[in-house]
């Protein structure tokens, strides 16, 4: 059974091949299929982890959906990509907010602007689509905030979430996504490494793959949130 597990993630991150690491990416995710079946769903950002985890999902079964969360702030490349996507793959769904909020909340509060733009659709997503397992993209080498988290994670009460490239260097993204020859969101030509809402993210050359993200505020190279905030709704609650 898919359960919590706490792994040294440090030794599988240096002491795995790539073929190795691409061999338990698979097996995490057909165990998960296996016990979840149409409640293991994948989390899509369009970025370049995500199609590499939407590939490895489509070749563990065809089935396996998935869900994307947009906002009003993604660039017209990323809203590009997100229709060819979805015309490939029907079963991507796509939610997003479209609540009113105070003009460049991005700028005054980015928490709160992330809450209701990204965590919200998130939520949303895993109630409607019945998730009961969610596959992310996150790997353990992106950033400052993503050192301490774990393949397979009981966050919130009854909703797994697996991750299961944590354990990739950015170089064996690219590796695969090459070799399986993965179409990627074009604005990786452009320079960026970390792709997120527009005002939010930028082109640098720190060694820091997501420090282009939320630069100049406190949240610079940070989380949106749907990675440490609770997703379930209890008892219908929103933000
Ligand atoms: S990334 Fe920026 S614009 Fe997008 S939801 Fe978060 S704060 Fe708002």
């Known amino acids: 059974m898919l359960q919590a597990i706490e792994d040294n993630i440090a030794s599988l991150v240096e002491g795995l091949n790539f073929k190795q690491k691409v061999e338990r990416s698979l097996s995490l995710i057909e165990q998960a299929y296996k016990e979840y079946g149409q409640g293991l769903v994948v989390a899509d950002s369009l970025g370049k982890d995500s199609v590499a985890v939407w590939h490895l999902a489509k070749r563990v079964s065809p089935d396996i959906r998935g ?53 919200e659709p ?8 019945q998730v009961k397992c969610w596959i992310t993209g996150l790997r353990c080498t992106e950033g400052r905030t993503r050192t301490d988290f774990q393949e397979v994670e009981e966050r919130d009460e009854g909703l797994l979430k697996l991750n299961p490239i944590l354990i990739w260097y950015e170089r064996e993204i690219w590796q695969y996504l090459a070799l399986h020859k993965v179409d990627v969101n074009p604005l990786y030509i452009e320079g960026y490494r970390s792709l997120g809402c527009g005002p939010c993210t930028k082109i640098t050359t720190d060694p820091d793959e997501r420090a282009g993200r939320w630069i100049g505020t406190s949240k610079c190279g940070g989380e949106c949130g749907i990675h440490t905030r609770p997703l379930k709704l209890i008892n219908g609650a929103g933000i």
């Not at 490939?88 to 609540?99: D, G, S, V």
Request: aromatic share 10%; hydrophobic share 30%; proline share 8%.
């Open 67 to 119: 869900f994307i969360v947009t906002t009003r702030f993604k660039p017209p490349e990323t809203k590009q990509f997100m229709k060819e996507e979805v015309a490939r793959y029907p079963e991507l769904k796509i939610y997003e907010n479209n609540a009113e909020i105070p003009d460049q909340l991005y700028e005054t509060d980015p928490n709160r602007c992330c809450d209701i733009l990204k965590v």
């Open 122 to 129: 998130t939520r949303r997503a895993i109630e409607e689509m």
